[in-house]
């Protein structure tokens, strides 16, 4: 195996501040540290990422250009390793998912599942998630954003690197067609109540819930949630509405 840089999201203990395009500040939802990925994770990410990657550039893309048909189109923020990802495309054929992820091998690891399951309705962005969807994705091209565990920064003095803020919301709001959907998961509890309380702050959007919602079908459990569920450990999901 062999060291690469890996782009960690969530990880590290400064976050990196940028001015956005309309001279907003935001925090990356990455920062870097270095690490290593297996052999099959550099394969597989050599072999399939010119095939499945999507290059940032800072101009709006073609959805529907880029899968080659109209259908709904889901952006999955932070894929982890790419198993529930990957499950999720797998049980929805009908959908286009567009999953970003910085982390190396994560995405490698996203290729391989891409590539053994034959997943054609799965493409890859590998950049930060604020600057993709503010640079990348038209308003109104989506039908709907996951958002499933992403770092709590648990500690108060870090609580501002957390990804689901007000100004973050507001933008991917503007990304979601009329009915389109947001669906936060969290096994932070803080995390979860800030994450209703910025979602429930944001007027174009509406609870499905009333408070927290039921897990849907669409969004599996995981190895590490189910352990986390046996020891007690709560889950809560935030799933909105644009109205």
């Not at 501002?160 to 979601?176: E, G, W």
């Not at 459990?221 to 986390?228: A, D, I, P, S, V």
Request: with cysteine; net charge positive.
């Amino acid at each position: 195996m062999s060291a690469v840089p890996l782009i960690v999201p969530g990880a590290g203990e400064e976050g990196i501040y940028t001015a956005g395009r309309e001279g907003h500040g935001h925090i990356k939802s990455y920062v870097r540290r270095a690490g290593r990925m297996s052999e099959a994770q550099e394969r597989y990410y050599a072999e399939m990422m010119p095939k499945v990657g999507i290059p940032y550039r800072p101009q709006p893309i073609d959805l529907a250009a880029v899968y080659g048909r109209n259908a709904p189109k889901i952006l999955e923020i932070g894929c982890g390793m790419g198993e529930t990802t990957a499950n999720i495309a797998a049980a929805n054929p009908q959908n286009d998912y567009f999953g970003l992820e910085v982390h190396v091998p994560g995405v490698g690891a996203l290729c391989k599942q891409i590539a053994e399951r034959s997943l054609s309705n799965l493409r890859i962005g590998q950049h930060d998630a604020v600057e993709v969807v503010r640079d990348m994705l038209p308003e109104a091209s989506l039908d709907g954003v996951h958002v499933f565990f992403p770092d709590p920064w648990h500690k108060k003095r870090h609580n501002k690197r957390r990804l689901i803020q007000p100004p973050f919301v507001a933008l991917l709001a503007t990304r979601l067609k009329p009915g389109g959907y947001l669906h936060c998961a969290t096994d932070w509890e803080e995390y979860a109540q800030q994450m209703l309380e910025v979602l429930s702050a944001e007027p174009t959007l509406e609870n499905t819930a009333a408070g927290f919602a039921p897990r849907p079908d669409y969004r599996p459990l995981t190895k590490f949630e189910n352990r986390g569920l046996r020891l007690g450990h709560g889950v809560w999901d935030v799933i909105f509405r644009k109205r």
